[in-house]
């Protein structure tokens, strides 16, 4: 029995789709959720200009579409199917081999890009399994993406041989310039990254120790560790937060910046949440701009966190472990009783200083930040527009920008997450 046997038994949704034996020498499978994606051959092309990874790769095509999915929309779905055949027809040599999974035959209802993800990811390790690869390579991206040339050899290098990395959230940048779409998007797009990267530097700047971002159309992961989280969720939106927050906390996770993958700044709604529903709302009513977090909750965060080594060190005796020194903000969303109990029961079940850490941060995790920052914006914290508050983190990183200009800005946190 293989690696994965039991578990694809359990949890597959699907038995074996792909009937077509996968190479000997294959060791990266990208995943690919297609829903109405006539243009998803611009995709493949930039696949096809990269560079040779040294090893053999496959794509994974789920294309798919929702119960309420516009006639439109199943038609451009049907045509992508069509586009990707005529695509494979007019290319011969490449390092990867293209297969399509055609979502609406195995399941006609019940579609999402988590069920895709899944149905995708799913295959993946059931081919992996049949090499006896524990340790090959599944990427996640998006079908109006495009990639660096580097992309798989970037990957392959970061990842293979390497069984202190498990999974990676890839460097990413959205287009803020030229042709395709209006100049009101890429305006918009441009305080949606900022929005994203602040965030994530303000959990930098806190303390925070899982920094990362989650964009589902920027993550690899080793099959092995895949099976270990349980899979891939079903969700509608979102999928990939969830499934990433899953990740951390075995460790192994890390920041691929050597390569770069460019999602689209487009309009969709098609998921209730994420990119494609900011750009529409920013669009359509630009003087409103976006407001996002207000820097003092970064403060009480980091503030919190300074407090950890010492609520480790409380005597015995000590029961309110200081919550009176909490930041209000903390306060406001956390009881006295709560605190003492959630403190006394991560002491009792540690027996260091690093133990105790980590035992905290999986109690105040990200889901818990996410449900403080909500709170604390409601009754306590006045939001702030996006460049105000960035700006406003940059200072308190002791970093002084020349600009306020939400452009500028935005270049002064990639070159931070660069650097990783």
């Not at 092995?224 to 891939?232: E, F, L, T």
């Not at 689209?264 to 750009?279: A, D, E, M, N, Y």
């Amino acid at each position: 029995m293989g690696f994965a046997s039991a578990w694809l038994e359990r949890n597959a949704l699907f038995p074996r789709i792909i009937q077509e034996a996968p190479d000997q020498n294959t060791e990266i499978i990208v995943i690919v959720p297609a829903f109405d994606e006539a243009g998803i051959t611009s995709l493949l092309d930039s696949f096809a200009g990269c560079s040779h990874p040294g090893c053999r790769a496959e794509v994974i095509i789920v294309v798919n579409a929702p119960d309420n999915a516009r006639e439109e929309s199943l038609s451009n779905t049907l045509k992508s199917i069509s586009a990707i055949d005529s695509w494979k027809k007019t290319k011969r040599d490449l390092f990867f081999d293209v297969h399509i999974i055609d979502g609406l035959l195995l399941k006609p209802s019940g579609w999402s890009v988590g069920l895709a993800r899944k149905t995708g990811m799913d295959e993946a390790v059931r081919r992996y399994e049949l090499l006896g690869k524990h340790d090959g390579i599944i990427l996640n991206i998006d079908a109006d993406c495009t990639v660096k040339s580097n992309y798989f050899e970037a990957v392959f290098t970061g990842m293979a041989g390497r069984p202190d990395r498990r999974a990676c959230s890839l460097y990413f940048e959205h287009p803020l310039s030229g042709d395709d779409f209006p100049e009101a998007v890429y305006r918009s797009v441009t305080l949606y990254e900022l929005h994203m990267r602040y965030f994530v530097r303000g959990l930098s700047y806190a303390g925070f120790p899982y920094v990362h971002h989650t964009v589902g159309s920027a993550v690899a992961i080793k099959a092995s560790a895949y099976v270990k989280a349980g899979g891939m969720n079903r969700r509608k939106a979102g999928e990939d937060f969830w499934f990433i927050q899953k990740l951390l906390p075995a460790g192994g996770f890390f920041n691929l910046t050597s390569t770069t993958v460019y999602p689209s700044p487009r309009i969709s709604l098609r998921v209730p949440f994420g990119t494609g529903p900011v750009i529409s709302r920013l669009t359509e009513s630009p003087e409103t701009g976006l407001l996002s977090y207000n820097p003092e909750a970064f403060e009480e965060l980091r503030l919190l966190f300074l407090m950890i080594d010492g609520l480790y060190s409380e005597l015995p005796g000590e029961t309110d472990f200081r919550y009176a020194e909490l930041p209000p903000g903390i306060r406001l969303m956390i009881s006295s009783g709560e605190w003492a109990a959630r403190i006394n029961e991560i002491r009792n079940n540690t027996s260091g200083k690093d133990s105790f850490r980590k035992r905290f941060f999986g109690w105040f995790n990200m889901f818990r930040i996410v449900k403080y920052l909500n709170a604390v914006h409601v009754s306590f914290f006045d939001k702030k527009p996006v460049e105000e508050g960035a700006s406003g983190l940059l200072k308190k990183m002791g970093i002084y920008p020349d600009t306020a200009d939400p452009a500028g800005l935005l270049h002064c946190f990639r070159q931070i997450d660069q650097k990783g």
